[in-house]
């Protein structure tokens, strides 16, 4: 996995609300797939509209293919509405669950490890135990990596949820007029 | 009113004004096949699935409404997936009806089941599968919809034969409540007239037409343009019939195969508006030298298009004839406000008229000598009336009926010009002639696209649809020969077919046809002459042609189109033909 300012010149998230309807995951993935766009993480939920659902795309593209991967994306009869989020105007979580082999002599340095990053044990088994961690992608990936060298034995990710960060400016003063 | 879902498949189909259905029927389809005895609707029996869906395709390009096909499941939907690529490539609207087994056998791996939705998921703009009975008239409406607004193009809806025996109450839906669909019609105001104040800078500007402007029906509105603003217009493969050959301004087809006046002028020019265009391939060359001094302005209904290969100074997304008509207004304003401070644009017109008058297309069909394919084309064209419809197939004799037809109407060219769909000509000819049965059609068509689908004249004998065959016989599959000698130093794999194997005479005349035969030059006036003479049935021509001739003028793939080449036996090579 490369580093996180790869990751920012290249990952393009995709917040996608689609038609809830069968057979629409197929008709996304597949147009990622025949026009050479590259999927980094796909994260699908439900709203609270239940004739729409959202998709969370992270897309690895230059900019120019991204226009191409957004407009293909429009022409999909079933997809509503796409917004493109910028890492810095977003708030971006995923979700991880980790087993790491955890013998007597380790786990406590793995709990207090966790610790850092707001981790929660799960399950705990005689040599090993489930994290839970909740944050940012690279927040995750660097949990991963101190982890590593105890033994990871399993682990899922969820992939991407984001939604645009909320505006703090206050209506009053973004309807100040500049003096001409 | 109680209704099966077969029956409101077809009122459905009626209430959209459905005039003729091209299909043939099997297992899962077969509930859909009983009202259609009754119905006003037109069913053309075809002998192969693939024949029916270019059939609609044919139909649909010749008159502008959505042509419409129906076949059962499994390898008849398999069957459809050529013509629906072919549709999707060139925008054309068409609606294909398959059917499916039951519900709850859909996963089962059933007799004839195939995922069909699955597979012309991305062939059609947009499919479905209908899973209740009372769906049934919703999607035939937005079906409709989606095939024939915006760009245009396939949709396939895909009926499980249980959902045609259930039974639902009548309905017509008033609306169409499609929240993800919504295209632009109306093009930017301020584009448009950034656009026009480009049109009143240039020296040497070019219209470079698409087929969006025959989807668009913007024919008149690109001539009130190009009159107004005394544009030169190139016509692409898509496009020709949409600016009149027989115009002054009018340059001809661009591309691969482009006569050198209009592959030359785009390069030379410093303004290119592209209109309801898609720089595809065959038409650039290589992209990075392709036009270089233009300043690009693009008018294409499908955002996407826009920037997609070359990136517009201004981009325009909208319907071509709203934007044209506004144009023409924007350019007459902005006019106004110069007065008389515009380019003079006669050097550029000069220009191109020298390069017309050196470099036409040429070909030498001595009296004695054997017979050439140019020479037959440009006598079906000269025989026949000035609004004859001609369809082609893909390959040598395509290229040459679309260099040497003179197409002064819009809506007379029908030809697979994306997928480049071998045998295409036949079954396209006669959706036309259906749809266009005053009109004289001609197909010009190879021996080797004949043989893919020339059992669709049994069709056209049996329906009395007489179109008529002009076969180019060379005995190869000319276009891959001619790749063969060019790039391939003349190594021939298997690209030989035999004039005589099969004997398309007697073959025409089995399947009801009238077949006609011409081996020499002085038999082809004699030969077209009978064919335009009769009209009750189908007639082929075998034009036994020679097989040296090469299409010319030509751009090597992938090449810049500076480097085209001209036939070597009429134009000196290696120089620089502009200079």
């Known amino acids: 996995m490369s580093g996180p300012a790869d990751n920012a010149a290249k990952h393009h998230i995709l917040s996608v609300l689609v038609e809830n309807k069968p057979g629409v995951l197929a008709r996304i993935s597949g147009l990622f797939a025949r026009r050479a766009f590259n999927i980094f993480s796909l994260a699908v939920s439900p709203t609270d509209d239940e004739r729409v659902s959202r998709m969370t795309i992270v897309v690895d593209v230059e900019s120019t293919s991204l226009e191409q991967v957004t407009k293909q994306l429009n022409k999909q009869i079933n997809v509503i509405k796409i917004n493109e989020l910028h890492p810095t105007d977003a708030v971006e979580r995923e979700l991880m669950l980790v087993t790491v082999s955890a013998g007597a002599d380790t786990r406590s340095q793995i709990t207090e490890l966790g610790a850092i990053f707001d981790a929660k044990i799960v399950d705990v088994g005689y040599d090993s135990m489930t994290l839970m961690a909740a944050g940012q992608p690279d927040q995750l990936d660097a949990m991963e990596d101190l982890l590593r060298p105890y033994g990871i034995e399993e682990i899922q990710r969820t992939g991407e949820i984001a939604l645009p960060k909320l505006s703090r400016e206050s209506t009053k003063l973004r309807s100040v007029k500049k003096p001409a | ?579």
């Open chain 2, 1 to 579: 009113m109680k209704l099966t879902g077969a029956q409101a498949l077809i009122k459905s189909l009626e209430m959209m004004e459905v005039e003729v259905v091209f299909g043939l029927p099997g297992g899962a389809i077969l509930p859909v096949y009983d009202p259609i005895i009754e119905s006003p609707i037109r069913h053309i029996l075809v002998r192969h699935e693939q024949g029916a869906g270019h059939m609609a395709e044919g139909y649909a390009m010749a008159t502008g409404r959505p042509g419409v096909a129906m076949v059962t499941s499994g390898p008849a939907a398999t069957n459809i997936v050529t013509p629906l690529c072919n549709a999707y490539m060139d925008s054309t609207p068409i609606v294909v009806i398959t059917g499916q087994v039951a519900r709850s056998a859909i996963g089962s791996d059933a007799f004839q089941e195939c995922d069909t939705t699955g597979i012309t998921m991305p062939v059609t703009k947009h499919n479905w599968l209908v899973q209740d009975t009372d769906e049934l008239p919703r999607i035939v409406k937005e079906a409709f919809h989606v095939a024939t607004t915006g760009r245009p193009g396939p949709v396939l809806i895909d009926v499980p034969k249980d959902v045609s025996n259930d039974t639902m109450e009548w309905y017509w839906p008033d609306e169409i409540d499609m929240p993800g669909y919504k295209p632009t019609i109306r093009g930017h105001r301020g584009m448009i007239k950034e656009a026009a104040r480009l049109i009143c800078d240039a020296q040497r500007p070019v219209i470079y037409a698409g087929g969006g402007i025959l989807k668009a029906r913007a024919s008149e509105a690109l001539r009130a343009l190009a009159e107004l603003a005394g544009i030169p217009v190139v016509t692409t493969l898509m496009a020709r019939g949409a600016f009149p050959d027989d115009h002054e301004l009018c340059l001809g087809m661009p591309g691969m195969h482009g006569n050198y006046t209009a592959v030359t002028s785009m390069q030379k020019c410093d303004l290119l508006l592209a209109l309801g265009s898609r720089f595809d391939d065959r038409v650039t060359g290589k992209v990075d030298a392709f036009a270089p001094d233009a300043k690009v302005v693009h008018v294409d209904i499908d955002p996407a298009e826009l920037g997609k290969v070359r990136r517009p100074e201004v981009p325009i997304v909208g319907d071509a004839r709203f934007i044209l008509e506004e144009m023409v207004e924007a350019v007459k304003a902005e006019r106004d406000k110069r007065g008389d401070s515009l380019p003079d644009l006669a050097p550029w017109i000069d220009q191109i008229n020298q390069w017309r008058e050196r470099f036409p297309l040429k070909y030498d069909q001595e009296a004695s000598g054997s017979l050439l394919p140019q020479f037959c084309i440009e006598k079906v064209r000269d025989m026949s009336p000035d609004d004859t419809i001609v369809a082609a197939g893909v390959g040598q004799h395509q290229m040459w009926t679309s260099q040497l037809w003179r197409f002064n109407h819009p809506y007379t060219w029908v030809n697979s010009g994306g997928l480049g769909t071998m045998g295409f000509a036949v079954p396209a000819a006669i959706g036309a002639k259906t749809g266009k049965p005053d009109r004289t059609v001609w197909a010009v068509d190879g021996d080797g696209c004949f043989q893919m689908t020339a059992q669709e004249l049994v069709t056209a004998t049996a329906e009395r649809i007489p179109i008529k065959v002009a076969l180019i016989n060379n005995a190869y599959l000319g276009m891959v020969r001619q790749w063969q000698e060019l790039f391939y130093e003349e190594r021939y794999s298997e690209v030989y077919l035999s004039p005589d194997l099969p004997d398309y005479v007697k073959w025409a005349e089995a399947m009801g046809c009238v077949g006609l035969r011409c081996e020499t030059p002085s038999d082809v006036e004699p030969a077209i002459e009978k064919a335009n003479s009769i009209d009750d049935r189908p007639v082929v021509i075998d034009f036994r042609v020679d097989y040296k001739e090469k299409v010319y003028p030509m751009v090597p793939a992938g090449g810049p189109n500076d480097d085209i080449i001209m036939d070597p036996r009429y134009f000196a090579g290696g120089e620089d033909y502009t200079s």
